[in-house]
């Protein structure tokens, strides 16, 4: 599924899209380039799963944890990982299995981690305001 946000605004339908096309689906990978919007998606994201949390990217901490309406909900950022073993310390599988929604940003940090199955979003910086956003199940 591919999908275009021209604005900050089409983001809230984008997002329940994505939960839909999800179906069952809790783990999802964000692939973008440095400022292509993750961290925004993210944040829509969890707001349409329900959280009142105030939603902020996990650079520093990994993770952040969120509850959701009816589900926990935790958001990975591996960007500033040295190597798999730090995903590995930190007890990722416990979150990835536990069957709460994982978003997770740079997961190409922990290629050899990766689970069989999960959703994966692709964004695009198009230009200024347009991205392309290609949502798959793998």
Known sequence: MVLDSISASQLPAIASQIIEFAANSRI??????????????????????????????????IVN?????????????FYRLKNETEALDMGYEEYFYSG?????????????????????IKIKVKDDDLREINIEKI
Do not use: Q
């Open 28 to 61: 999802f990978f964000f692939y973008g380039d440095m400022g292509a919007g993750k961290t925004t998606l993210i944040k829509v994201l969890c707001e349409s799963l329900g959280t009142a949390e105030p939603v902020t990217s996990p650079t520093f901490s």
């Open 65 to 77: 944890e969120y509850e959701g309406a009816t589900e926990r909900i935790y958001h990975f950022d």
């Open 100 to 120: 709460a929604y994982c978003f997770i940003e740079w997961p190409e940090k922990i290629p050899n981690l990766l689970p069989d199955h999960y959703i994966s």
